[in-house]
């Protein structure tokens, strides 16, 4: 992946949200600020512009000045400790941002010499706290509005994208969906629940919380549940998988990778479909 660095604008009233820590509010058990962090892992160096608050990875913490400056204010200030070529400002309130959108936007930023490349919502819109732009003409253009305008305070974001040669990138449907109001979190948390996603979501989740990187083929252990519990009994099915993860923990010394996963699964299943041809054998 084209090497960068992330700004993630975590400041703000939110005022729609009656003044709530928004990028605290939880959505599928996680923070706003750490699904949009998982987004972005890649990053050579993450500023969050904002309060210090717990995150699951290590960040750089600054804050604009003043602060409830506005979003402009708040990009000066995270751009200060960045050195990448490319700088992938974010907003905190995007709960299904992902790594696809990223690498998008990265790949159009980098074509033809322009100065960047922003999200477009299904409304085409212009998303530019979903975007990607070059360091060089950022820095530019936001020391030339801070002269002009007597700093960056106050002033909105078109006044920088306007001056910018910026590709349009059209995401997924979700991908630039923020969360301004409690409606918004109610539809956010709802859409994770859909049964398409509740197992990723679900996934995740667990993995964040337990702080666990490993990434394995969850289809693989579905099936083993399966087989266990038809083949056995159906309480077989969470404890065989409980121990197919102990097993592969084992035979890595703590650090038993998807190699390791699959192949205590396969015997696992082995052992399971044995154990059913003998039910049914006369």
């Known amino acids: 992946m084209t090497a960068y ?13 009656g003044g709530a820590d928004k990028p605290a509010v939880r959505v599928g058990g996680r923070a706003l600020l750490d699904r949009v962090l998982a987004a ?7 500023v969050v ?27 000066g200030a995270g751009v200060r400790h960045t050195s990448a070529e490319r700088v992938l400002v974010l907003s905190a309130d995007l709960p299904f941002l992902g790594e696809s959108t990223v690498e998008a936007l990265l790949a159009a930023a980098g074509d033809g010499g322009r100065d960047g490349a922003l999200c477009v919502d299904q409304d085409d819109r212009d998303q530019p ?7 060089e003409p950022l820095r530019r253009e936001l020391a030339l509005l801070a002269t002009e305008h007597g700093g960056l305070a106050g002033l909105p974001l078109r006044l ?40 990723d979501e679900w996934i995740t989740a667990v993995k964040n919380e337990l702080g666990i990187e490993l ?7 579905l099936d083993l549940a399966r087989d266990a519990a038809h083949g056995v009994a159906r309480p077989a099915a969470p404890l065989t ?14 650090g038993g990778g998807p190699e390791a996963v699959a ?16 039910a049914e054998t006369p």
């Open 263 to 278: 192949e205590a699964a396969r015997k696992a299943a082995a052992l399971a479909l044995r154990w059913a041809d003998e």
């Open 49 to 75: 512009v904002g309060g210090r608050r717990p995150t699951t990875r290590a960040v750089t913490w600054t804050h604009e000045e003043p602060q409830g400056g506005g979003p402009l204010a708040a990009l």
């Open 215 to 221: 990434d394995v083929d969850t289809g693989v252990l």
């Open 5 to 17: 660095d992330a700004i993630v604008l975590a400041g703000g009233a939110a005022k729609r949200l």
């Open 160 to 199: 920088l994208t306007h001056e910018l040669d910026l590709a349009r990138v059209e995401a997924g449907p979700l991908a630039s969906f923020d969360c301004d109001t409690w409606e918004d979190i109610a539809t956010a948390r709802a859409r994770i629940r859909e049964h398409g996603t509740v197992l």
């Open 241 to 254: 998988t409980f121990l197919v993860g102990y097993a592969a923990a084992k035979a890595g010394d703590g």
């Open 40 to 46: 972005c892992t890649d990053a050579a160096t993450t």
């Open 129 to 135: 706290l979903v975007a990607v732009y070059r360091a």
